[in-house]
Structure formats: C-alpha cells, structure tokens
C-alpha cells in the first residue's frame, strides 16, 4: 500500500518521491523468453505462437501471455533485431507456471515452431 507519494517537478523534470511503499499483493511471476527466430522465420514462428494464446489465457493462473517485437524507435541504446521476439508473460504463481509448461497445447506447439527456432533464453522474475 502506498501511505505518501508526492511528485515534484524540478527544472522541467519529473521526480517522484515514495515516502513509504509496502507491498500488500503477493508478488507476482513475469516471464521474459527471447526467441530468436532463424533468419526470415520470424513471421512464420508467431503465425503458429499467435494460434497458442487463447489457450494460454484460459490457463489457471494466466494473467497475460503474448508476443512482442522490436520497434524501431530511433531511441539511443536500443537494440533492435529483425528476427527476435519477446514473449511477455505473467502468472499469479511459480506452480502456475510449471503447469503451463506442460500443458497438453504447449506439448504440442513446440515441434511446430522448432524448425522457426535458432535460440531461446528466458528469464523468470518477481515482483519486488
């Protein structure tokens, strides 16, 4: 529960201050996997990632799963990659996840999109 926020602005510039934050939800899990599609596969690999996701919004748990892609913002230090993408994911526990995991429909995507797939990392948070 937030007890005192207050934003100042200094010298055109936003600055907030928290006096006193305490977290009063249980943290949550967010996942971010990093496909990295084979060159000119990107397309076919969320072709079938996009067929997925109505099942996995309808997982116990789920509370947001899809694809992301590079935009090309012109922002400096930004990376951008033609064929990656970025899942983002967020589920209300770590047993939820390891049920998604093997769900019958994630069983089955993955030979699917194999052939699409150079490399894959994925990073699972919390919310702190």
Not at 5 to 29: D, K, N, Y
Not at 83 to 108: C, D, F, G, Q
Request: proline fraction near 4%; charged fraction near 25%; charge should be negative.
């Amino acid at each position: 529960m937030l007890n005192d926020w207050r934003v100042v602005v200094l010298s055109g510039s936003l600055v907030a201050r928290f006096a006193h934050f305490e977290r009063t939800q249980p943290a949550m899990i967010i996942v971010i996997a990093t496909v990295q599609c084979k060159t000119g596969h990107r397309e076919d690999f969320l072709v079938e990632f996009r067929k997925l996701v109505p099942e996995v919004l309808q997982e116990d748990g789920c509370i947001e799963y899809g694809p992301t892609i590079d935009a090309a913002t012109g922002i400096g230090n930004q990376s951008v990659d033609e064929n990656r993408v970025t899942i983002v994911e967020k589920w209300e526990s770590v047993a939820a996840l390891k049920a998604h995991l093997v769900a019958p429909h994630m069983e089955a995507y993955r030979p699917k999109v194999k052939g699409f797939v150079e490399s894959s990392e994925l990073r699972v948070l919390e919310t702190a």
